[in-house]
């Protein structure tokens, strides 16, 4: 793991009370968003699939001008952000380290780490894997699930068997690849849509409908107009970026579901320790499979469990006000 100090931002065009800042780390080039003041304490923001640092549009501003450093990268294979080439790289130990060098490259110890989706699991990991340097950890639509007690490729097919599963479906390189990247305007405007509050329930009977042939892109269903909270050029934002450089790079993470199930044997049995808080939308599919109870015992010291009302996948998208309202609060506790 390797650090450089941080080259000299811009003024973002996405989130304007932010600046755009890149950083060499861990071998690639890390870019992010950073507002606050910079001897405020740490908080890093991490995305999931298919996200970008955008995705904290909400909370950068609110969290900076409650005096904290923020900073919220386009984490590996997304936006700005390097993309390499090979699956291996980007597995937990690759993706918890651009976390540790970025710690480095901004000069500072420890940071509060939050983790929605795909960033979840990263946070989690982290603060398994290096909880001297994790202040508290926020996770959010994904709680901090044990290891299997098998490879996750193989539980998920005994689970599965003949349903279509979009975890499996990305396991074949370039299959998933094609489908998301033929129209990413359709692809992103059915994926965040598809998983708000209104339309849960709807996407989730077609994501475990039998597999017939049809792709991912094909079963989200397409929204008759965009929810409130997703004006058309935050959408278009999203766009342009997976316009760019496709979604290789989120489906890669999938790619490395076995991989890191054998890289954290040693954090088989390693509890998450520090402050913690878990924030969901009510009505998120996810929670379905993986409930929040699932931490009880493994996360020791979970100051609460947030459920926000009419809120699905996005939540800190969708509800901004209520999720920013409970990070504020657990912060300041800290």
């Given amino acids: ?75 590996r294979g997304y936006g700005r952000t390097t993309q390499p080439a090979a699956i291996e790289d980007y597995d937990i130990v690759h993706l918890t380290d651009d976390l540790l060098g970025l710690l480095d ?40 699930v044990p290891r299997a007690p098998m490879p996750p490729i193989t539980l998920l097919k005994q689970l599965f068997g003949d349903i279509f599963f979009y975890m499996l479906y990305f396991q074949t390189p370039g299959v998933a690849d094609a489908d998301l990247s033929r129209d990413p305007a359709t692809m992103m405007r059915r994926m965040l849509a598809g998983l708000s509050f209104d339309t849960t329930a709807i996407q989730q009977s077609d994501m475990l409908a039998p597999n017939d042939g049809r792709g991912f892109v094909e079963r989200l269903p397409e929204p008759a107009t965009l929810p409130a909270w997703l004006p058309a050029e935050d959408l278009a934002q999203y766009v342009r970026e997976f316009s760019r450089t496709g979604f290789t790079g989120g489906l ?50 979970l100051r609460a469990t947030v459920l926000v009302p009419e809120a699905g996948h996005w939540v800190q998208q969708e509800k901004p006000e209520p999720v920013n309202e409970a990070l504020l609060q657990f912060l300041h506790s800290l």
Avoid: K
């Fill in 1 to 75: 793991m390797s650090a450089a100090t941080t080259a000299g931002g811009e003024p973002s065009t996405e989130v304007p009370s932010a600046t755009r800042r890149q950083v060499a780390v861990n071998g690639i080039e890390l870019s992010y968003l950073e507002a606050g003041p910079t001897d405020g304490p740490l908080v890093v923001l991490c995305h999931g699939f298919p996200e970008l640092a955008f995705s904290w549009r909400h909370q950068i501003p609110a969290l900076a001008t409650a005096g904290y450093h923020v900073v919220a990268p386009d984490q």
């Fill in 105 to 144: 490259a901004l000069g500072e110890e420890r940071a509060v780490f939050v983790g929605h989706d795909w960033g979840g699991p990263v946070v989690w990991t982290l603060a398994q894997r290096a909880p001297a340097r994790v202040r508290a950890v926020v996770g959010m639509s994904v709680p901090f």
């Fill in 252 to 301: 890669n993470w999938y790619r490395n579901l076995d991989r890191n199930w054998t890289l954290t044997e040693d954090l088989a049995a390693t509890t998450v320790d520090m402050p913690a808080l878990f924030i969901a939308g009510a009505g998120d599919a996810v929670l379905n499979m993986t409930p929040p109870s699932i931490m009880d015992g493994w996360v020791t010291d």
